[in-house]
């Protein structure tokens, strides 16, 4: 049992249902596309990306700041 209308399925909306099948998977795969791309906009050139390297320093500089180097 099919549920879209007969008149979708006409031989004369063949042609129209193949060009918007196109233009959609298209569609989806710049959509993809932009999604990664928006991803990887938040890492830097090692793939890192920004707030952890950014809370490895601050983290860092605090281990360094409770530990001075001449108290033992």
């Known amino acids: 049992m ?3 209308p007969a008149w979708l399925l006409a031989e004369d909306m063949r042609p129209m ?3 918007w099948g196109f233009i959609g998977g298209i569609a989806i ?3 993809l596309s932009l999604a990664c791309k928006k991803q990887d906009e938040n890492k830097t050139a ?5 707030d952890s390297k ?3 320093k ?3 500089i605090a ?4 530990n001075p180097k001449g108290e033992r």
């Open 46 to 50: 090692s793939g890192i990306e920004l």
């Open 2 to 4: 099919l549920l879209s």
């Open 17 to 19: 249902l193949i060009t």
């Open 29 to 31: 795969l710049l959509g």
């Open 63 to 66: 281990i360094l700041e409770d």
């Open 58 to 60: 601050e983290f860092m």
């Open 54 to 56: 950014t809370n490895m």
